[in-house]
């Protein structure tokens, strides 16, 4: 379980839907990085391989450098046929000072390069998320700049798909 206090923040991931299906621009704070990623009222769903897939940004807090955080999320992980991910598979969140991309297509394309400056919070090898499976998993991380936005994706380099659907995220300063 995520912490609560008042050095917490949830972040809100109730994209509101419509008869055309969900819409990202009920939550200003959340952008497209690449890719068309799955969002509706409980969240959001990316996925990646052969380098390419869905990507998202959060800029709705801002992380002072020298201060010590946690990130805390509830995600539903998985591979497309079930099979063991590429071993280099990983999941990733990073600091950035702009949100990442902007490239949102019907379909998935390659990752983009990761911002200078940026810094790595998660690269967690998938091999550590159960397929499938749901858990709970908390990070804890100094920033090294101002942060103004997190870049969320999956990443693979081979089939299978990776997959990862993301609840709940809890921010907290230490």
Do not use: K, R
């Not at 009920?26 to 690449?34: F, K, V």
């Not at 990862?164 to 921010?171: K, L, T």
């Amino acid at each position: 379980q995520c912490p609560v206090g008042p050095l917490c923040e949830d972040v809100d991931l109730d994209f509101q839907t419509s008869g055309n299906g969900a819409d990202i621009s009920h939550l200003p704070d959340w952008t497209y990085s690449h890719g068309s990623p799955s969002v509706g009222a409980s969240g959001f769903w990316l996925w990646s391989y052969n380098n390419w897939g869905e990507g998202i940004n959060y800029s709705g807090y801002n992380f002072v450098a020298g201060q010590q955080y946690t990130i805390c999320f509830v995600a539903n992980t998985a591979t497309h046929d079930g099979s063991p991910a590429n071993a280099n598979a990983t999941f990733n969140i990073v600091g950035t000072n702009a949100p990442v991309g902007g490239f949102n297509t019907a379909s998935g394309i390659a990752i983009p390069a990761t911002p200078i400056p940026s810094q790595s919070i998660v690269s967690e090898n998938w091999a550590t998320y159960p397929n499938p499976g749901t858990a709970t998993y908390t990070y804890t991380f100094t920033a090294t700049d101002n942060w103004s936005n997190l870049w969320f994706y999956p990443s693979s380099a081979t089939l299978p798909q990776v997959e990862i659907a993301i609840s709940s995220i809890v921010i907290c300063e230490i």
